[in-house]
């Protein structure tokens, strides 16, 4: 008979699950950076790289308090997300849509890591682990502000850019 699975096991879980995304975006973002076209998306990519290594940082400590080892396991969601952004860096190379492309795959990962900081944080503090809520309350503060950054940036330039070229 299998053994009860409990809140716990899906914390942990989803604990590994964002820790290896976490890593698997940290190598993306660099490559992202490179293909990008405007310095304002390079460094927007270079700084999240940054705050990215920082969110490990955090999710290794989140460990500690619940006293297992900080190892991540495949994340096929977060593979997928990332696999689109290469096809988008290899499908635009070189066009005005590029960095419009960019962004919006960088959306869909923080999109993923907002969802699942949420949900983390909120098996944290049902758990009472008070620590990690604020741990992962940090985390997920970054993503939403990234997110908004994003947002601007896209709005700001890259979608002009792109929009402006098809028009043309």
Excluded at 20 to 29: D, M, R, S, T, V
Excluded at 61 to 73: E, I, M, N, T, Y
Excluded at 78 to 99: F, P
Aim: include cysteine; charge should be negative.
């Amino acid at each position: 008979m299998p053994t009860e699975k409990t809140l716990n096991d899906l914390f942990l879980d989803t604990l590994k699950d964002i820790l290896f995304a976490e890593k698997q975006i940290l190598k993306a973002l660099p490559k992202m950076a490179r293909a990008a076209q405007s310095e304002e998306a390079k460094a927007g990519f270079l700084q999240h790289r940054d705050e990215t290594q920082g969110q490990i940082e955090r999710l290794e400590q989140v460990f500690g308090l619940v006293g297992k080892p900080a190892r991540g396991k495949t994340c096929e969601a977060i593979q997928g997300i990332i696999s689109e952004g290469e096809e988008i860096m290899e499908e635009y190379k070189g066009t005005a849509a590029l960095d419009a492309g960019l962004i919006s795959s960088a959306q869909a990962v923080e999109h993923y890591e907002i969802a699942r900081y949420g949900t983390l944080k909120s098996w944290a503090a049902q758990l009472g682990l008070d620590e990690a809520v604020a741990l992962l309350d940090a985390n997920l503060q970054e993503e939403i502000a990234t997110d908004q950054k994003l947002t601007a940036l896209g709005e700001a330039a890259a979608n002009p850019k792109a929009s402006r070229q098809a028009a043309e």
